[in-house]
């Protein structure tokens, strides 16, 4: 684990330092981290005259989308309720919704928020294409070009074998038509999670492969999200050298949405040690923050979340974190730490703004954690805060 890059934001400062007289457990978002992000995004913007927008499923702080503005050319919904939230908190940007399937009663209220709409199949595209083309909307269909480029995370492959997201190039030909390829502007392909542009040339070419036909028809190509942009290993001359080719060759709009790279960094979530416990020889440290809850891809991808000042096997002393709810797989981790830990202690986990906030419960009745801001010059503001009203108002009225 190396932990340098994804703390950088804190400079040298001790967390305990910075966030310690904050309650735990809470969400910190790092302004600066996300300009700094948005500056990256926005030079392959420049470079090559390709939009970026948002993709608010990994991250809708709705608070930061004014400064996330100054650099990202709209957002993405994956349905009514982002694409809502993206109308106005980003009024100035594009806003592009696709959703796996959408529905009757919501369709001419999205109509109002959306720019671009994504059809994930054939079908669709023909049920609600003529009324979002009279609406004046840019329409387009999600294919799938059918090439894995990503091993062991299927959950996230939208190609693994009998996906439903997207129209392959077989059923493409079966159901397409003269009349419902007339109503197209664009296609969509969403292939990659935390992926390099090695990959995305791998996937285009696939693309190419399969559509070479179509393309030339459309006005832009959108080629999805999972593109780890601002990570620092992440190639991005090779990326600028993908969409400019697309652009010229294609004689289109090339369109990335990316989640992840947004924020990539950009949040932390900080908790404390309630109780150590062994069992077996192993010590077992139970915290204030829930995996399950707090941070639920730690269980459902599943990764160890960066840990400040724990390393996986250098330091001497080794604990299981885990969280306070019944679960018995709610673990955190295994981790190294140069001292014992004890009650109290705090702790600092990296990389937290991303798919977080947005996609946390209150499963075992866990309080959410609030949310706070840190400002580009590291003043502490709180965002929001919650209790258990938001654990009961999610069940039932009184
Ligand atoms: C998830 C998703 C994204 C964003 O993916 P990241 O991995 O967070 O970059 C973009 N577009 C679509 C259609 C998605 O489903």
Sequence with gaps: MENREIFSSLGNEEPEKLFGKIKTPCYIIDEKQLIENGKILKAVADRTGCRILLAQKAFSNFNFYGVLSQYLSGTEASGLYEAK???????????????????????????????????????????????????????GLRINPQCSTQEGHEIYDPCANGSRLGVTREVWDKHMTPDLFSLLDGLHFHTLCEQNSDDLEITLKAVEEKFSDVLPHMKWLNMGGGHHITRKDYDIQRLIKIVSYTQNKWNLQVYLEPGEAVALNAGYLAGRILDVVENGGIKIAVTDVSAA????DVIEMPYTPPLYGADDKNNKYKYRLGGPTCLAGDIIGDFCFKE???????????DMAIYTTCKNNTFNGMPLPDIWKRTENGELIKLTDFGYKDFKSRLGRE
């Design 85 to 139: 939230l993206g109308r106005e908190a980003m009024p100035e940007g594009e806003v592009h919704v696709f959703c796996g399937a959408y529905r009757d009663d919501e369709f001419d209220e999205l109509l109002s928020y959306a720019d671009h709409i994504v059809f994930n199949s054939v079908r669709q595209l023909q049920k609600f294409g003529e009324k979002a083309k009279r609406a004046g909307k840019s329409l």
């Design 293 to 296: 809850c707090h941070m639920p």
């Design 340 to 350: 014992p830990l004890k009650e109290g202690d705090f702790l600092l986990f990296g």
